[in-house]
């Protein structure tokens, strides 16, 4: 069988392409098969997915807590994280300096009473010595006036 010039060319040219397809479209080359599990829909009682990751949890609300005595922390019931409510105690403070200071204030109020108990007194004192005063000025006046006549 005799081929000719053009079908010949058509063959040098279609056989490279053709082998190259077979090459490329050969099983095993590529790509790995995908293994897909199947099976019939049902309904489940949970789906649960568990990430691992890093970084930080930020509250959505955040509150700034202070006391105004300063002291030794004795007890504190709640720990970082935890949930807690108004009122809640949040720390015991130490109360040997506030009362000491408690002390102290009762001490000097008592101090500034007997003060101005001593004042009271004092001005009543003045008082007395003033009307005796007037009352011998005028003793002393009317002698005074009656020595003249």
């Known amino acids: 069988m005799s081929v000719g010039p053009r079908t010949r060319r ?4 279609a ?3 053709l ?3 077979l090459l490329v479209l050969r099983p095993g080359r590529g790509a790995p098969a995908t293994r897909v599990e199947t099976g019939e829909v049902a309904r489940r009682v949970a789906f649960q997915s568990t990430v ?4 930080e949890i930020v ?3 955040y509150a ?4 105004g005595a300063m002291g030794k922390i004795v007890t504190l019931p709640v720990a970082e994280g935890d949930r807690v409510t108004s009122g809640q105690l949040l720390a015991r403070i ?4 506030a009362e000491s200071d408690v002390s102290s204030a009762q001490a000097q109020l008592g101090a500034l009473k007997a003060e101005a108990r001593a004042a009271a007194d004092a001005v009543r004192t003045a008082t007395s010595d003033l009307a005796a005063a007037e009352a011998r000025e005028r003793d002393l006046a009317q002698q005074y006036a009656r020595r003249r006549q």
């Open 19 to 21: 082998a190259a397809g």
């Open 52 to 55: 691992a990751g890093s970084g």
């Open 64 to 67: 700034e807590i202070g006391s």
């Open 59 to 61: 509250p959505a609300r």
């Open 94 to 97: 130490d109360p040997v300096q």
């Open 15 to 17: 056989l490279p392409i």
């Open 10 to 13: 058509l063959l040098i040219v």
